[in-house]
């Protein structure tokens, strides 16, 4: 069974930048999810998806952060402009309907 | 709003030692605890817990959930330098949805 795929897996940039990820997830995986992991920390729900649809988009800064799901299937995040506070790993997991998380590799973003 | 802490934060023991994790939360109707070992970035879903006094064994691995003194515990016995990881600790509650709140996780070194 293929995993969740991410890409890139690292990207640098500058602050007041913009940058994209992409995640494709499992097949058949209804649910999709962004987390923020910032070094020493945990993950931190940014988006769900339902679908194409958003079940969960409170924990997300929406003046600088978007993410979309247009065909149900593979998601990308935005964020523009970059702050030097994006700095960290950003993860995309698929589930099952009240399933176990699938985490993809991450992207680890580092804004200069 | 859901909280999970974890305990130690970090941990270092030689090869063969036996150690346990500790994980107390807080969250609104309960669904279930996983964890999850976090090596690189992807984490890697170890177990799920949604009754309290069961013990789940993976191996080495062990973990048990007690319901009325909201914490889990995770247990790995006989170290291996494999098992140096961060161990994360997530709670699900039926209000929440899919959303999974997470600990900050314990920092595990094994030194042979």
């Known amino acids: 069974e293929a995993g969740v795929a991410q890409s890139p897996r690292y990207k640098i940039i500058e602050k007041r930048q913009s940058v994209a990820f992409w995640c494709n997830p499992i097949?058949?995986?209804?649910?999709l999810y962004w987390y923020q992991q910032i070094l020493g920390q945990g993950p931190k729900l940014l988006i769900q998806?339902?679908?194409?649809?958003?079940?969960?988009d409170s924990q997300l800064p929406k003046d600088r952060f978007s993410a979309e799901r247009l065909k149900g299937v593979d998601s990308t995040l935005k964020i523009q402009p970059a702050k030097l506070e994006d700095s960290a790993v950003y993860l995309c997991?698929?589930?099952?309907?009240?399933?176990?998380?699938?985490f993809g590799s991450g992207t680890q973003l580092s804004v200069l | 709003e859901d909280k999970v802490v974890q305990s130690p934060l970090s941990l270092v023991v030689h090869e063969g030692d036996t150690v346990t994790l500790n994980c107390s939360y807080e969250?609104?109707?309960?669904?279930?605890l996983l964890w999850y070992k976090q090596e690189k970035k992807a984490p890697t879903f170890l177990f799920m817990l949604?009754?309290?006094?069961i013990e789940k064994k993976s191996g080495r691995l062990s973990s048990i959930l007690d319901k009325k003194e909201l914490f889990s515990i995770l247990n790995i016995t006989a170290t291996q330098t494999g098992d140096s990881a961060v161990y994360l600790c997530?709670?699900?509650?039926?209000?929440?949805?899919?959303?999974?709140?997470f600990g900050e996780g314990t920092q595990l070194t094994v030194n042979p």
């Open positions: 097949s058949g995986h209804a649910t």
């Open positions: 997991a698929s589930s099952a309907p009240f399933k176990k998380l699938f």
């Open positions: 969250v609104t109707n309960f669904r279930s």
């Open positions: 997530a709670v699900e509650g039926e209000t929440s949805g899919s959303r999974l709140t």
């Open positions: 998806f339902q679908n194409n649809g958003v079940v969960d």
């Open positions: 949604t009754s309290s006094g």
